[in-house]
């Protein structure tokens, strides 16, 4: 395996730290982004590594800090998409406001740093974009509709980009991670939306459950670490690549759903082609 250099944004905390960490030690190179440079102080003083502070919502700063990297290593073989947020409420309780915000970051600053790294990849017909969705990429329940929506879009942007990019040599992954343990279920990375009584037995539950769950997760941030390793290593990564066994239990219940409806009304489905 030759060396590699990894720009990983939202690195100072979770799931990227966990993968930033991984990287250095492997003997890769790392360009660790956060909206607080002081943040990154863990990496700082590393070879191998790059830290910037970076708002992933500002197009211009996202220009400056992929330049930089390439000024400081010459090429950026894997892009690690990461930073982000959740939102937990219903539908009807999150103000649009809320939505706008949660789209900046999760979807519009995905797609500004996706933008400012493809030109170097496409010059060099190699690199691999990976997308960070969730296990509400594939299904959304009550609670995590919107949050669940912007990473319906990441699924559907790396479906396309996968194909694009293939002929170029460029790879895409989208990761579904499950309940992994972070601190993504606390105030730190989850904001909380104002809450209505008529949805105490659906959203309100959810609420109650996320709290309970809070660092008591199943998954082993370390060991989805790992796994991006492999994937970044991989001759022929995957479109999709779900972590966790919640995940994929998800993924089967989803699959089996979505089966037993479309075949319970085939028949009107077929009724409305031109016959």
Known sequence: MTQKTWFITGASRGIGAEIAKAVLAAGDQLIATARKKSDLDQFESHPNALTLSLDITDEAQVQAAVAAGLERFGQIDVLVNNAGFGILGGIEETSAEEVERVYRTNVFGLLNMTRAVLPSMRQRRSGHIINLSSIGGYRSTPGWGVYSSTKFAVEGITEALHDELAPLGIHATVVEPGYFRTGFLDGSS????????????????????????????????????????????????????????????????????VEQETAQWRALAESTDYR
């Open 190 to 257: 989850l904001q909380h939306t104002a809450e209505i009584s008529d949805y105490a037995e659906t959203v309100g539950k959810v609420r109650k459950l996320a709290s309970e769950l809070s660092y008591q997760q199943p998954g082993d941030p370390t060991k989805l670490a790992q796994a991006m390793l492999q994937l970044a290593n991989a001759d022929t990564p995957p479109l999709r690549l779900p972590l966790g066994t919640d995940t994929l239990q998800a993924i089967a219940k989803k699959n089996a759903y």
